[in-house]
């Protein structure tokens, strides 16, 4: 593998990460927005499960996106590319 593709694969999962993060926060803060809207009015079921879904979904979003954000500046710091 040519310096040049790892430094596009490396920039893609970059790309993909901040992605990943930026999805993983909105999930969080549409979570928490819906938390507080059922906590201002009533917590109906489909509110509660919408709740769920929004922090379920967020977690398995933002964990391995955090984890290869990292790994991404890891291998940035130990090989630095062109």
Same mark, same amino acid.
């Given at each position: 593998? $040519?310096t040049?593709?790892?430094?596009?694969?490396?920039?893609?999962? &970059?790309?993909?990460?901040?992605i990943?993060?930026?999805?993983? /926060?909105?999930? /969080?803060?549409? @979570?928490?927005?819906?938390? #507080?809207t059922?906590? &201002?009015?009533? #917590?109906? =079921?489909?509110? %509660?499960?919408? %709740?769920? @879904?929004?922090?379920? !979904?967020? $977690?398995?979003?933002?964990?391995? !996106?955090? %984890?290869f =954000?990292?790994?991404?500046?890891? &291998?940035d710091?130990?090989?630095?590319?062109p």
């Open positions: 593998m $040519s040049d593709d790892l430094a596009a694969r490396r920039r893609l999962i &970059a790309r993909l990460t901040a990943g993060q930026r999805i993983g /926060y909105l999930l /969080y803060l549409a @979570a928490a927005a819906l938390f #507080f059922g906590f &201002a009015t009533r #917590f109906h =079921s489909p509110l %509660v499960a919408a %709740v769920i @879904a929004c922090l379920v !979904a967020g $977690s398995l979003v933002l964990a391995p !996106a955090i %984890v =954000s990292h790994a991404v500046k890891a &291998a710091r130990e090989d630095p590319l």
